[in-house]
């Protein structure tokens, strides 16, 4: 399931939202990821139908009755029905649109109610070949339904009653006394089965709720949220990989934090660094990342900006970071941030090229004094900068 790269939409009506329900606060890709385990792959689904299909027309040339035409005709339509289905959400999965989520799960409990009536007219007609090969069928259609629906356990509940439910039925009319024993067995096993499903289900939630937040915490930092440096470079390879425009690197180095960390302690710093990040969060806007890739140390990556629009953000980022800073048992404290600038391809098409540049452009604006941004000068020749006035700036 988690391998799977196709993308399947959430149901939208009432009635499948509730069928597909997987558990409380159970975020949204997680749920997504759930969803795509109910379409199954083809040849799992293609072992299903073989089953029930060969097994419904047996029956129906042993017992060529209305009744069991009916439902070879049902369980036919059904499984087309569901291939179709199947095929038309794969192939909008892979195109990135809307899939029939609804209607598979629809189908799903028609394909349940269909075995649970072949069911029951095999064990009416009074014919004990045909009912016990229709109870075989019924019950290793239930196995499946059971562990690969997990991800919905209350659709693979209503599956099991509907598939099973009518053997209690049949058994009522059969005429058979003994057969009753079917209204203790049947309700024991849906209920066995049902508990097994939402047991698997909360331990496949759990299970991708650790692995989310372990993916998190792997490109993320610790303190900030923001990406760390993991982050920061497979940010730089989705970006390379579609990108249409350059790529701008803003290397921040804070102002002055040694300075406070010294005299208000670590904490007092981690909480100064924690709100620098929500400021440069706040101040990230579509096609712009950052990352603290250590100590007072940020990068601010940008998709299709000019030189002029890096060294403006370059500036709003020095006049949002400057601004004081409330910290209880505090009391205002103040930073600010120097900041170098580079940019794709003029400064290398790499990330380490990138920083690099970004780098020794962070080191001019340093020397500068505080508060100043720098652009990395354009490289001349292998290992050396022509450095002019033009690509000094002072925010």
């Not at 806007?285 to 890739?293: E, K, N, Q, T, V």
């Not at 030189?307 to 949002?320: D, G, M, N, P, T």
């Not at 400064?347 to 990395?376: F, I, N, P, V």
Request: proline share 4%; glycine share 8%; net charge positive.
């Amino acid at each position: 399931m988690r391998d799977n790269s196709l993308t399947f939409s959430l149901p939208r009506w009432r009635f499948t939202r509730w069928l597909a329900y997987a558990g409380p606060d159970v975020p949204r890709d997680i749920r997504v990821a759930l969803i795509g385990s109910l379409y199954g792959t083809l040849p799992i689904f293609l072992g299903g139908v073989v089953n029930t299909i060969t097994v419904a027309a047996l029956i129906a040339y042993h017992i060529p009755k209305p009744s069991m035409l009916v439902w070879l005709a049902l369980e036919i339509t059904i499984c087309i029905a569901r291939l179709t289905v199947l095929l038309v959400a794969h192939r909008a999965a892979a195109r990135k649109r809307r899939t029939p989520t609804d209607i598979n799960l629809i189908l799903s409990l028609a394909w349940a109610a269909s075995l649970g009536l072949g069911t029951y007219v095999s064990i009416t007609s009074g014919d004990w070949v045909a009912a016990t090969l229709a109870c075989l069928s019924s019950a290793a259609m239930i196995g499946g339904t059971c562990f690969r629906n997990f991800a919905a356990p209350r659709l693979t509940a209503l599956m099991i009653t509907l598939t099973l439910g009518p053997c209690c039925l049949g058994a009522a009319v059969a005429g058979e006394p003994i057969l009753l024993i079917t209204f203790l067995q049947i309700p024991c096993y849906v209920l066995t089965m049902t508990i097994a499903a939402f047991k698997l289900n909360r331990m496949m939630v759990t299970t991708m709720r650790a692995e989310r937040e372990n993916g998190f915490r792997a490109h993320h930092d610790a303190l900030t949220g923001l990406s760390n440096r993991s982050g920061l470079a497979a940010a730089m390879e989705a970006m390379q990989a579609i990108r249409s425009g350059p790529i701008g690197l803003l290397y921040i180095d804070l102002d002055g934090f040694k300075a406070v960390n010294d005299t208000h302690g670590h904490a007092i710093g981690d909480e100064l660094l924690r709100i620098v990040g929500e400021r440069l969060r706040a101040e990230a806007g579509r096609g712009i990342l950052a990352a603290r890739i250590g100590g007072d140390e940020f990068v601010v990556l940008c998709e299709d900006r000019s030189r002029s629009e890096l060294i403006a953000l370059a500036e709003r980022l020095i006049a949002r970071i400057s601004e004081p800073y409330s910290i209880a048992d505090v009391g205002p404290a103040q930073v600010g941030a120097s900041i170098g600038i580079a940019q794709s391809p003029e400064h290398g098409d790499d990330l380490a090229s990138l920083l690099q540049a970004a780098d020794r452009a962070l080191y001019r604006s340093k020397s500068m004094g505080k508060g100043h941004c720098s652009l990395a000068a354009r490289k001349v020749r292998d290992g050396e900068d022509d450095v002019h006035a033009a690509d000094q700036l002072s925010a």
